[in-house]
């Protein structure tokens, strides 16, 4: 057990709906990154926070956003849901900012869009 | 731009082989750190190993050892004697100075341990 809990573990809901997915770091970790894993697109980092600001971006689409709040804990919105954006989300965090620093995955959300 | 590639998609053994899966990546930094994870059946992300780009120690943990070589951009994990368990998904990943350690892994080898 990494310490990352994720909610929910699965979803399933269809195309052009919005659903949200929460992430609750570590105790005492600042930083949060948010990963998609697909099959044609492989593990993607999408997203990072640190302490409630916004730190780095990666392949996100316009359609998603995410948000750390004063608690720590992140959400990832998905909007106008596509059958691509099926995939296994991972959330991670990190004790702080910086090359180097362990990330430490949760167990994931398993997002299904029919 | 940085890159991780793990040509091998797949491995199968026979337990108590010795099984090397291999890592290239490409940087240009000259600070960074190297990752190995592992992703069981079960589909959660265990973390393996870091090391960081001044450290060509080679290193060893129980069955499990690393090979880092920096003149081949390289870092390779070798499990010794494979046990069934030892099946799953493996990822190489890199992060970058400045990068705001952001991961990029590479597509993963799947092993397969079979009796």
């Known amino acids: 057990d990494s310490g990352v809990t994720q909610t929910p573990k699965h979803l399933i809901t269809a195309t052009g709906q919005r659903v949200t997915l929460r992430c609750s770091p570590r105790?005492?970790?600042?930083?949060v990154y948010w990963y998609q894993q697909s099959l044609d697109q492989g593990l993607q980092f999408l997203i990072q926070?640190?302490?409630?600001?916004?730190?780095a971006k990666g392949n996100i689409l316009e359609r998603f956003s995410a948000q750390q709040f004063p608690d720590l804990h992140s959400e990832l919105n998905l909007s106008s849901l596509e059958l691509g954006d099926s995939a296994l989300y991972f959330c991670?965090?990190?004790?702080?900012?910086?090359?180097?620093?362990?990330?430490?995955f949760g167990p994931g959300t398993r997002l299904t869009v029919l | 731009a940085q890159k991780v590639t793990q040509a091998q998609t797949e491995i199968s053994v026979v337990e108590k082989e010795d099984v090397t899966l291999d890592c290239v990546y490409e940087?240009?930094?000259?600070?960074?750190?190297l990752f190995w994870y592992k992703q069981p059946p079960s589909g959660e992300l265990v973390f393996l190993i870091r090391?960081?780009?001044?450290?060509?120690q080679n290193e060893i943990s129980g069955r499990y050892s690393w090979n880092f070589q920096k003149s081949t951009s390289s870092f390779n994990f070798t499990i010794t004697a494979s046990q069934v368990v030892d099946s799953a998904v493996y990822f190489c990943?890199?992060?970058?100075?400045?990068?705001?350690?952001?991961?990029?892994f590479g597509t993963g080898t799947r092993l397969q341990v079979t009796l």
């Open positions: 991670a965090s990190s004790v702080a900012i910086g090359v180097g620093y362990e990330q430490f």
């Open positions: 990943a890199l992060s970058e100075a400045g990068t705001a350690s952001k991961l990029t």
């Open positions: 105790s005492g970790d600042l930083s």
């Open positions: 940087t240009r930094d000259t600070t960074y750190y």
């Open positions: 090391r960081n780009s001044f450290d060509e």
């Open positions: 926070y640190y302490n409630g600001e916004e730190r």
